[in-house]
């Protein structure tokens, strides 16, 4: 059932909405969960839980694009049920922003977490103003006093500056005065350490990605605003190879040490790299199954993560009830890594980036495509196919087969309309990518690539004519 559905039996007996009803188990106390301290000494769980890719009725995640479809909506009982979980086994992060789910985790995220006493849970959100039209003082005011009712709260525990560093292509795609417009010029910063120090956000900090100018004038400034943590993305492959993955990123072992030297607490974006170091890959399977044959991809992701200790919270963004329950065993407490296993971990991280993936995260910020592609699927398609080490290649003995199981596969999983042929190269989609992936090139060549499997299908039946 939906957000406000209810049987009839449900309502003869009494019974309660989603939103109205209240967690049957009290907070967690005591629990195993590996615990962190914040720029203020209080306490953190090392597991946090990111409110992007929250359940919808039809199982999957509600990040997509296509707003008001019925499939689309949130299953708000199974989030109420997650977040209890995941507060019962001592979670107490929640990180959400105006921007996800098409502008409903908020709401969501403020019925599920409003239903437990207010000192279990820490929200952290954000100054979403991506579109210049949000760009002026006023309209970001406004953006934090929507936050602030949607979470039924009246202080934010950790805010942020939302993804510093992203180019606007008004600024031609600059990602520095892109930044300084967003929060620099307009009095933005100064009016948010404003908000801290009357007690409405008690700790202010910013998310990173692009145009390290950005993240080196926030150091910079450190002394004057006093970071209180900042967001980054960090897994074992982004360690020491990000540049390589996307030359404008920088690597997490740079971002990490330039905040370590100043005692800002970190907090981890992308752990699992869009899920797809939790995935099954065969070259990762192939270092880190011999290590220890139990535990999951994933695990090793998060172990990496929670090792440094400068770090305060590893974000994963749980849709189902199994993820929660995993991951809240990984953390419970978590497992450092020994010397061998961060040598075997940089191991897999090379052998890794020597495949052929898109670094896409399935964050679908390119999202929605005006003429209908689904470009994280059709990415997801490719990289799956690398992953399982599947990708048809001619002159292979078994070409044939896995020419058959790739296009069945993209064809059962991207409707016609939706497929890369469509793209028309207008370019909307790649400022938008955090990632940076020159996402119409991409679609150019993957349809080449699917097109000369079609064509060598045809040729097989001609020469055997």
């Known amino acids: 059932m939906g957000t406000n559905d209810m049987t009839r039996r449900d309502?003869?007996?009494?019974?309660r909405t989603p939103e109205q009803e209240r967690p049957q188990a009290p907070a967690a106390k005591n629990t195993r969960m590996t615990m962190r301290r914040d720029a203020h000494g209080d306490a953190v769980s090392l597991l946090g839980y990111g409110m992007m890719r929250l359940p919808t009725v039809d199982g999957r995640h509600a990040n997509g694009w296509a707003p008001g479809a019925s499939s689309d909506r949130i299953d708000q009982e199974m989030v109420n049920r997650e977040v209890d979980y995941a507060i019962e086994h001592g979670v107490n992060y929640f990180d959400t922003s105006p921007a996800y789910c098409r502008g409903e985790s908020e709401t969501v995220t403020g019925i599920a977490l409003s239903r437990h006493p207010r000192g279990s849970y820490k929200i952290a959100t954000k100054l979403s103003n991506f579109a210049p039209q949000t760009w002026p003082l006023e309209k970001g005011k406004q953006m934090f006093e929507n936050s602030l009712k949607a979470l039924r709260t009246d202080y934010i525990d950790y805010y942020l500056l939302h993804s510093i560093g992203n180019g606007d292509k008004t600024m031609g795609n600059d990602?520095?005065?892109?930044?300084k417009a967003r929060y620099v010029d307009n009095g933005a910063i100064d009016w948010l350490a404003a908000e801290r120090k009357a007690g409405r956000i008690r700790n202010l900090g910013f998310s990173y990605h692009g145009d390290v100018r950005a993240f080196k004038w926030c150091m910079d400034n450190h002394g004057k605003y006093k970071w209180d943590f900042c967001q980054i993305q960090m897994n074992y492959v982004d360690w020491r190879h990000a540049k390589e993955v996307n030359k404008r990123n920088e690597n997490g072992e740079y971002l990490y040490g330039e905040l370590e030297k100043r005692g800002i607490p970190v907090v981890v974006m992308e752990p699992l790299l869009g899920g797809r170091l939790a995935r099954f890959d065969k070259t990762l399977a192939s270092f880190l199954k011999p290590l220890d044959p139990q535990a999951t991809l994933a695990e090793w992701s998060f172990r990496f993560c929670g090792h440094w200790p400068r770090v305060m919270t590893c974000l994963s963004g749980m849709t189902e009830m199994?993820?929660?329950?995993?991951?809240?065993r990984t953390f419970s407490p978590l497992r450092p890594l020994d010397g061998r296993e961060l040598a075997v971990l940089e191991a897999a991280a090379v052998a890794y980036l020597r495949g052929m993936t898109i670094p896409c995260t399935d964050c679908k910020y390119c999202m929605p495509c005006?003429?209908?592609i689904d470009?994280?699927?059709?990415?997801?398609v490719w990289n799956d196919a690398c992953a399982h080490d599947r990708v048809p290649m001619e002159g292979r003995a078994d070409f044939a087969e896995r020419r058959t199981d790739f296009l069945r596969g993209y064809e059962a999983r991207i409707p016609q309309l939706r497929r890369c042929e469509r793209c028309v190269g207008c370019g909307v989609c790649a400022p938008h990518c955090p990632q940076?992936?020159?996402?119409p090139d991409e679609m150019v060549r993957l349809d080449g690539f699917i097109e000369n499997l079609r064509q060598s299908i045809a040729r097989d039946g001609a020469s055997e004519d």
């Open 370 to 372: 005006p003429y209908g």
């Open 11 to 15: 309502f003869l007996k009494g019974a």
């Open 175 to 179: 990602g520095f005065r892109t930044f």
């Open 436 to 439: 940076s992936i020159k996402i």
């Open 322 to 328: 199994q993820y929660v329950e995993e991951n809240c």
């Open 375 to 380: 470009i994280p699927g059709i990415f997801s």
